[in-house]
């Protein structure tokens, strides 16, 4: 009965719905991956790289999850699993640019930070707008899902450092909102990998 469910045309336009949303997402954050990575170099932001790096992060994990869209709930399971793994690393990589700025201080440039964040903010919101319906559909969209909830969050933390740096002419608030955005991150991961260890088969 489930190899007929996996293989009839009953699940078909739910595929194919999945698979133009993912391909959406995907182009979205890997054009803002490039946009805000190279906002970050000359802003100086180690919070707007780290948003950079979540952009780069989802756009791989939109990609993976295409390839997993028609594939059985083993692979989707692990797929998702290495969702994680990718979301822990960009957390990693925060990790490192905060001690790098902690050794090589410099004050941020909070308009170009304030910009790229509501440009952000603006195209992760189509993303969740476009993922809303897909996020209870199985594992792999779910775990989509939980990618785009929080570029929402780093968003909008990295709007609030913009201003909170132009306040205090200080570089803290843009590593604070950095290590919070890498604690985020970490935290997402973790529920990502239980998730996904969770959805694989019996006896696999």
């Known amino acids: 009965m489930n190899g007929c469910c996996d ?106 930070m304030g910009v790229f964040s509501v440009l952000g ?6 993303c969740l707008f476009l993922l809303w319906r897909h996020r209870r559909e199985d594992i792999n969209m779910s775990s989509v899902w939980e990618c785009s909830r929080n570029d929402i969050a780093s968003n909008l933390s990295v709007f609030v450092a913009a201003g909170a740096v132009w306040l205090t002419g200080s570089a803290w608030p843009d590593l604070l909102v950095a290590s919070g955005l890498a604690l985020l991150l970490m935290r997402s991961a973790l529920r990502v990998m239980i998730a996904a260890k969770k959805a694989f088969p019996p006896g696999r």
């Open 121 to 126: 903010l603006a195209a992760n919101a189509f």
């Open 7 to 112: 293989n009839g045309v009953s699940l078909d336009p739910l595929r194919e719905r999945q698979r133009g949303t993912l391909r959406i997402v995907f182009v979205v954050n890997a054009v803002m991956f490039l946009v805000i990575v190279v906002a970050s170099g000359y802003g100086r932001s180690t919070a707007l790289l780290s948003d950079s790096l979540d952009n780069l992060g989802d756009a791989l994990t939109y990609g993976l999850s295409l390839y997993a869209v028609s594939r059985g709930p083993a692979a989707k399971a692990g797929v998702a699993l290495f969702k994680g793994g990718l979301i822990f690393l960009g957390a990693c990589a925060v990790v490192v640019q905060i001690f790098f700025r902690l050794k090589n201080p410099a004050i941020p440039v909070f308009e170009i």
